[in-house]
């Protein structure tokens, strides 16, 4: 009894939170206890509907008895096993079966898999892997690597330094980076379904980078197909293929990073399917374990990974890698959540929701304070104006709101963000619309 009520109550002073003001959460804590499907249950014992597929990860839903039973099995079989040369069949096995269905499809050759232990880590290894490149075809000289304003791309040294979301970065230093301009453009796209019209000029401003920097110091350009943090930031029309021109004129390679979209979350695979065009490298990871276990990978061309393979015959093509690459029990869950999302269709089943979450979420356009609602697939976001100046402010009390009501919502400054598991029922659609629509009117 003690134990459980431990559990329910632990003390609040030694775990340091990452993302979370530590002294508002102490006041305010929010705890979840089990997870099974589409809910989460708190210590308290209600049920919590899940909107966001824990942190964008829990693709197939929570509680999957598939991933349970694979990971016991490895934990037992063998837990652990280095990568460094030598390996294991499951790590092996893995990235086969992952390159089956690799970004692009066959035709965009994106099918040499490198594994790390997270979104952050496969983003530096992403650059690591593109400077590396570079270097191996005689262009030692590109060492900059161009990102967006607003971009997320985790928060290793690499990451902060190619992200563009100012307080991810303000007191830390950072590896040489330079950021395209990037903007919601709301004034002009506002309430658009799916892509916006405007805003594909600001593809142009990667070749005024090029301008100011010179190709010759550039090895790659990184972006978020569709960006997730800095509030569900979606690509004008065209303006993706631009920059792949742009970026193939000038020698630079294309990383999409697809931590949040990968694995079917816009209906597709992955963002390079719906958008059909195929980047050099691709970040993964949430939903390559279904988040039940951390783990990532780097998807990179044979282009890529062809060029890295000269030099004599003994020496390591590329000097990096984690303790956790290829992790057996992280592989172990992999394949197990692959099974689980071609057995289910999961990887385009939000492709069938799609106009149907679509029209959900813009019935709530005309209620106070909402000045943009924003979908694409199984993303959502709904944009709230600031209150009295306090970005975040509002939306934070909409988020407390919605928890008490039953319904997990995440929010990014003023922005509500949506990305329900993609085992999510109409009728779930309903009430997550529904819950959030009364939180707005009493917000208001
Ligand atoms: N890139 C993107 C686009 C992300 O959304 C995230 C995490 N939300 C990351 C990288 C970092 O992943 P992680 O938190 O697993 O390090």
Redesign the pocket.
């Known amino acids: 009894m003690d134990q459980i009520s431990k559990a329910n109550s632990p003390s609040l002073d030694n775990f340091w939170m990452p993302f979370t003001a530590n002294r508002q959460f102490k006041a305010a804590p929010r705890l979840l206890a089990s997870a099974q499907g589409t809910y989460y249950t708190d210590v308290d014992g209600n049920k919590v509907l899940d909107g966001t597929a824990g942190?964008?990860c829990v693709n197939a839903g929570h509680g999957r008895k598939r991933i349970a039973e694979a990971v016991e099995r490895q934990l037992t079989t063998m837990d652990f096993a280095p990568t460094f040369q030598m390996g294991h069949p499951i790590a092996f096995d893995f990235a086969e079966r992952l390159a089956k269905v690799a970004p692009g499809g066959p035709g965009a050759q994106l099918d040499r898999v490198f594994f790390t232990g997270?979104?952050?880590?496969?983003?530096d290894t992403a650059l690591k892997i593109a400077i590396a490149y570079q270097r191996a075809i005689g262009q030692g000289t590109r060492t900059r690597i161009i990102g967006r304003e607003k971009g997320?791309?985790?928060?290793?040294f690499g990451?902060i330094s190619v992200g563009g979301l100012v307080n991810n970065r303000r007191v830390f230093p950072q590896i040489p980076a330079d950021h395209m301009r990037h903007t919601l453009d709301v004034d002009r796209n506002a309430f658009s379904k799916g892509l916006p019209a405007h805003g594909i000029e600001l593809a142009e401003d990667l070749e005024r980078l090029v301008g100011l920097h010179g190709a010759e110091t550039i090895a790659a350009v990184i972006v978020?197909p569709m960006?997730?943090?800095a509030g569900v930031v979606l690509p004008p029309k065209g303006y993706l293929e631009r920059l792949r021109a742009i970026a193939d004129k000038c020698g630079i390679l294309l990383i999409f990073?697809?931590?949040?979209?990968g694995f079917g979350r816009l209906g597709t695979p992955f963002a390079t399917d719906y958008f059909g065009v195929v980047p050099d490298l691709v970040?993964t990871?949430?939903g390559l374990t279904n988040g039940a276990i951390?783990m990532?990978a780097v998807f990179a061309s044979r282009k890529v990974y062809d060029a890295m393979m000269t030099g004599p015959e003994n020496a390591i093509e590329l000097f990096h890698g984690y303790t956790y690459s290829g992790h057996p029990v992280a592989s172990a869950a992999g394949i197990a959540t692959l099974e689980i999302y071609e057995e289910e269709g999961l990887l385009t089943r939000g492709a069938g929701l799609a106009e149907t979450w679509q029209e959900a979420l813009h019935s709530l356009k005309g209620l106070s304070n909402v000045v943009d609602i924003r979908n694409l697939g199984l993303v959502g976001a709904i944009e709230l104006s600031s209150r009295d100046g306090a970005v975040g402010a509002r939306a934070y009390d909409v988020f407390v709101d919605c928890f008490k009501k039953g319904l997990l919502i995440r929010v990014t400054g003023d922005t509500i963000a949506l990305s329900p598991p993609l085992i999510i029922e109409k009728d779930q659609i309903g009430t997550i619309v529904s819950i959030i629509g009364d939180a707005l009117k009493r917000a208001a």
């Open positions: 942190l964008w997270s979104g952050s880590e496969s983003v997320y791309h985790g928060v290793g990451g978020e960006s997730g943090s990073d697809e931590v949040i979209t970040t990871a949430k951390p990532g």
